[in-house]
């Protein structure tokens, strides 16, 4: 008998990880959410043998993991070797979701506009490693080109969809971009079948068991080309009811090597909870505006074998660990462990 909980802990790669490499969590996942951006180095961290920052700055400044905004329009971080096809896959409906945000603030940007923009852009980033929005706004201003700072954000945005800018190195505390040219290199081309499967792969072997509205939810694709995606890997797949739900997971899944006593500190926006449309496996309702508001905010979150019982603040100097479920009270041990993981980064 499967249990859901353990089970995606283990696919989550929360305990007994299998990587050392944090681009190899990030291929792993397909995408991890990278909404904000010191969250997302211990979200990736965390799931490694020994968690190290600066192993994943080495991933991020190599182009081995790339920021971007792929799914649902929000922010996640991806693999350099998946970026492409994901890329491909996914920027009709990205760029439908921009569209209408730039509609909804009154913006236009005609194709015209758009290709030289696009030009001067890719030569003030040209041979460069890192360039700042302010940097960009700053040479173009040189070049003649005075914009609002929402409408260099816009054209930012469409240079990333058409596959000409993506993350540059690792900031302190800002993004910055770099040609994808130069940063990634060429990749080979994938049918949108081969690609469907393998997103598809991606999801349920990380996120598994999970259900149809939950990839539906987190992949942002419509619902057939979810079933596609599922109907063309179907004999990897297997499937389990709980609770009247069915709930799908690979085969080749790993379901056993929980132990209980498990405490972690997960970050905001992390993807124990923000890859699942349903999430009252793991929370139960009453304390879901604990983990995150109506408006999209997700919080650090406290985890006891797999349950959310509490919150933490990673500024502070003991994480700031509070408990909101009744009646439970973490490990010390476990819990002292964590902190020092946390700490050690």
Known sequence: MVNPVSARLLSQQLIVPQWKDPADVVSWFGAMQGQDYKAMRWAVAMRTKKPSFKAFEAAFNDGRIIRTHL?????QLVSGEDYR???????SKALTGLRGWMHSNGIDIPDEEKGRIQELLADIATGKRSV??????????????VMTDQRLSYHLRLAEYDGLLCSGDLHPSKRTLALTSEKIGPRPAMDRD?????ITRKYFRSHGPAMLEDFVWWSGLNMGDCRRGMEIIRDEMSSLWHKGKEYYFMKDARTRGFRGGN???????????IGYKSRHIVLHP??????HNNSGIFYSIVALDGEIVGNWRPSEADCGVSVFKEDV???EEAL??????????
């Open 71 to 75: 799914l649902r329009t929000t922010w």
């Open 286 to 291: 009453s304390h879901a505006p604990k983990a």
């Open 329 to 331: 009270v973490l490990p």
């Open 263 to 273: 405490v972690l500190l997960l970050p905001a926006f992390d993807e124990y909870l």
């Open 336 to 345: 002292t462990r964590e902190i020092a993981r946390f700490k050690s980064m």
């Open 194 to 198: 081969e690609a469907l499967a393998l």
């Open 85 to 91: 096809w994901m890329l491909d896959l996914c920027r």
């Open 132 to 145: 700042l929005k302010e940097e960009f706004a700053e040479s173009l201003k040189e070049k003649g080109v």
